[in-house]
């Protein structure tokens, strides 16, 4: 069974850097079938995605958080990371960490709650 876990501060002060981890289980990163995601959902809005990191290395970004996000990975743990400059409380929000194929995503973590506050 495919696990993906999200791990990171729930707490972020504004202007700072958000940093989270995505473990991945029973099944390798570097699989070419596969691809790793970032999808976060704040209060009141729906689903968003924010970015890919393919099994080559390889990343895109939602053009919206483009300047702001980062997305990379260590293989030799199997993982992959997010950071996200300049947070706002508009940033608020649960993250999640996912696989997928193209546009459908199969296996989610639970998702991190992390605020924007001072």
């Known amino acids: 069974q495919v696990q993906v876990q999200e791990s990171g501060p729930g707490l972020v002060k504004p202007s700072q850097t958000l940093s989270l981890t995505c473990t991945v289980s029973?099944?390798?990163?570097?699989?070419?079938?596969?691809?790793w995601s970032w999808i976060r959902q704040s209060p009141g809005k729906g689903m968003e995605w924010m970015g890919v990191?393919?099994?080559?290395?390889?990343?895109y970004y939602s053009p919206s958080l483009k300047s702001r996000t980062a997305i990379f990975r260590d293989t030799s743990k199997n993982q992959f990371s997010l950071q996200l400059t300049s947070v706002t409380p508009e940033d608020t929000a649960v993250y999640y960490c996912?696989?997928?194929?193209?546009?459908?995503?199969?296996?989610w973590g639970q998702g991190t709650q992390v605020t924007v506050s001072s």
């Open positions: 990191i393919h099994a080559d290395g390889s990343t």
């Open positions: 996912c696989r997928g194929t193209g546009w459908e995503f199969d296996y």
């Open positions: 029973s099944a390798s990163i570097t699989n070419n079938f596969y691809a």
